[in-house]
């Protein structure tokens, strides 16, 4: 037996498989289903009346759930509710609560597969494969590999050495208080990692889904409370971010923040936590992932091909709508001359459209802001005197959020594109002089201030060496001759530093390590019976 636990296989949905015709009779049921989606509190569906649609974005017309807010006083009895749970939770211990996680990955392998991954799909525009390696695949490891890293830290962090007449120890306790879990719209594994990778070890949660990811995220806490989650260790509050805010981060008992989302609202929270810190039992423990400007260099002499693959896939799947995704390139002008024309002609292949449809490459991007948002940079490039929208451009938001695959080529590694975060499908390519590498490896190291992923593509050891030296802080999770994209829990764990979040990289141990508090306990077995100290004897 091994003794880790292993990636969960990946399923391909290739035509006439068992798993494809299963996957399209629940995309069938829940398209003709509208559920009203209840916060969970202390366990409890608590519905407020406040009620929002959920749309489907590549058909937005089309609404698959009701969503009922929470407003100031379901969030405070939210918080309430974990805190309350937190000694019941502590005291059924790791095994009991790993037993209750490897129950979810369980489930999520078996019978839940098609009905998350189904949701993911409509709520969140994702094609077959982007749904199975994210709602189920990447979800099933972090619940199973968060467990195996938890019950490491048991032996791993005992104290070495224990005199003769004592017993020294340490208690991996959680921290004392909720973690408020606040999640993002584009990885439903994510969204249900941030409140349940704390609770592995003892913490308890109050979990913000993202407004864009309610259906999905609703349906991966319905499977947890089938696992066998006991009441108010996680409280499902959907709502809004000042809400949310105003009342968890007041609350005497926050212990932590775990956050995916933008930089802006994660320097806010880490301000507003700072300015409530007389008032706050602990220092809370922070972690947050923030987003990335994402990079490709390329070196004269490289694969070219394999160059051209990791662009397309690396910008375009789904929709760039990934912290990770290819959003500059720095390419040679040799290569460029050679592949710009043959990967504009492979973009322009890409067949985008509806998710149920699982010929398509690409759906829709999220919502009306981020529709707006990305067509605005593509417009501004269309307009500007140092760029050239080489492929797509176009849009069409009547049935559902549609951006074309947009490739743009300036001649400014400065120009916006090339250095802010747009989080859609555009790839803005700087073409360098081949005798300039190592001047452009010093550009993108400085050009953005995020530094989450990129990639080197180069054929030489010692050109791939120079590129790993001088881009070491420029990425936390950094790819030699691949696309920036795709990390592997337990194989790459995820996350990067600068304006791109704590670096405390989930889907590995240390990201555990931060939800701990350990307390070390010194057992006295000979105990002293005497005050006195061989040093105050006389001298004879």
Known sequence: MSSHPVNEPILGYAPGSSERAALQAELDRQMSDCPDIPCIINGKKVYTGNIVPQVIPHKHGHIIAGVHQAGKAEIAAACQAAIDAQDAWIDLGLEGRCAIFERCAELLAGDWRMKVNAATMLNQSKTAFQAEIDAACELIDFWNFNCHYAREFHDQYQPLVSPPGVNNSTEIRPLEGFVLAITPFNFSSIAANLPSAPAVLGNTAVW?????????????MELMMEAGLPPGVINFVPSSGPDISDVCLSNPDLAGLHFTGSTAVFQGLWQRIAEALPNLRSYPRIVGETGGKDFVVAHPDCDEQGLLVALLRGSFEYQGQKCSAASRAYVPKSVWGRIGGPLCDE????????????????????????????????????????????????????????????????????????????????????????????????????????????????TQEADIQTAFNALRFTAGNFYINDKPTGAVVAQQPFGGARASGTNDKAGGPLNLLRWMSPRSVKHTLDIPQDWGYSFLEPDE
């Open 347 to 458: 973009v322009q292949k890409i067949t985008m459209g509806d998710a149920r449809d699982f010929t398509n490459f690409m759906t829709a991007v999220i919502d009306q802001r981020a529709f707006d948002k990305i067509t605005g940079y593509i417009e501004r490039a269309q307009a500007s005197d140092c760029c050239d929208v080489v492929v797509g451009g176009g849009s069409d938001d009547s049935v559902g959020w549609f951006i074309e695959p947009t490739i743009i080529v300036t001649s400014d590694p400065n120009y916006e594109s090339m250095v802010e975060e747009i989080f859609g499908p555009v790839l803005t390519v700087f073409v360098y002089e081949d005798e300039d590498f190592h001047g452009v490896l010093k550009v993108c190291d400085e050009a953005s201030p995020y530094a989450l992923t990129g990639s080197i593509f180069a």
């Open 208 to 220: 913000k889904p993202s407004r864009n990811s309610y259906h999905s995220n609703y349906v991966l």
